[in-house]
């Protein structure tokens, strides 16, 4: 059975793609999904697959371990980070870095994630802006996984994400991508580990599923 460890922001695509990804493959596909700092702890212990879509910075980090094959490496997708609310609620102004920053300051509840490439961002974003403690001291900071579950359930005001992440859970709206100057634009990239005979068949499916069309319906954009 091939098996793809993947970063979360990719999970609704994979999902859709499942079946052309098993008819490709010839067989199901395992997908392992979790954010790319947990994949990197669990690859750096011993775990192994077929082939691993994370960070472009993790890719050639685990590349130059020899650990994943650095020739087969090749970008997958770009995301922002956005902003979401519960379905319903008001949406607040996010058009510039001021205006973000006052609501991080006045919303009364607030989620966001540790291991994933968004949290890591807005944790440097909200010391940056000189109100970590602030922040922080009414954020739901979750270990992994999907932010914006905290707003249906009622424990967060707003939620920080991946957008295709935050577009992931019912119930939710979202209010947009961050302003320039308070946004980064991740890049997901894939690559084979090093040995593995079925790793270069499988990334070649997903690259074929990761059209402009599709990355664009799941809150991504195609690099370039």
């Given at each position: 059975?091939?098996r793809?460890?993947?970063?979360?922001?990719?999970?609704?695509?994979?999902r859709?793609?499942?079946?052309?990804?098993?008819?490709?493959?010839?067989?199901?596909?395992?997908v392992?999904?979790?954010?790319t700092?947990?994949?990197?702890?669990?690859?750096?212990?011993?775990?192994?697959?077929?082939?691993?879509?994370l960070?472009?910075?993790?890719?050639?980090?685990l590349s130059?371990?020899?650990?994943?094959?650095?020739?087969t490496?090749?970008?997958?997708?770009?995301?922002?980070?956005?902003?979401?609310?519960?379905?319903?609620?008001p949406?607040?102004?996010?058009?510039?870095?001021?205006?973000?920053?006052?609501?991080?300051?006045?919303?009364?509840?607030?989620?966001?994630s540790?291991?994933?490439?968004s949290?890591?961002?807005?944790?440097?974003?909200i010391?940056r802006?000189?109100?970590?403690?602030e922040v922080?001291?009414?954020?739901?900071?979750?270990?992994?996984?999907?932010?914006?579950?905290?707003?249906?359930?009622?424990?967060?005001?707003?939620?920080?994400?991946?957008?295709?992440?935050?577009?992931e859970?019912?119930g939710?709206?979202i209010?947009g991508?961050?302003?320039?100057?308070?946004?980064?634009?991740?890049?997901?990239?894939?690559?084979t580990f090093?040995?593995?005979?079925?790793?270069?068949?499988?990334l070649?499916?997903?690259?074929?599923?990761?059209?402009?069309?599709?990355?664009?319906?799941?809150?991504?954009?195609?690099?370039g």
């Amino acid at each position: 059975m091939p098996r793809l460890m993947s970063t979360l922001a990719l999970a609704g695509l994979l999902r859709e793609a499942a079946p052309a990804l098993d008819a490709a493959l010839g067989g199901r596909v395992q997908v392992d999904l979790a954010p790319t700092r947990t994949l990197e702890a669990r690859i750096r212990a011993g775990e192994r697959a077929d082939a691993a879509i994370l960070t472009a910075e993790a890719v050639a980090a685990l590349s130059a371990e020899n650990i994943l094959d650095g020739m087969t490496a090749r970008p997958l997708a770009h995301s922002r980070v956005g902003l979401a609310v519960k379905a319903g609620a008001p949406h607040p102004d996010i058009s510039t870095v001021d205006a973000l920053r006052r609501l991080l300051l006045a919303v009364p509840t607030l989620c966001y994630s540790r291991a994933g490439a968004s949290g890591i961002f807005f944790a440097g974003l909200i010391e940056r802006l000189g109100i970590a403690a602030e922040v922080n001291a009414k954020a739901i900071v979750i270990p992994q996984g999907f932010t914006a579950e905290k707003l249906v359930s009622g424990e967060a005001a707003i939620a920080f994400q991946q957008i295709s992440e935050l577009m992931e859970v019912p119930g939710i709206e979202i209010v947009g991508a961050l302003p320039e100057g308070a946004q980064t634009v991740a890049v997901f990239s894939g690559a084979t580990f090093a040995g593995a005979p079925e790793g270069a068949d499988l990334l070649d499916a997903v690259a074929r599923a990761c059209t402009p069309a599709a990355l664009r319906a799941k809150g991504l954009d195609a690099p370039g």
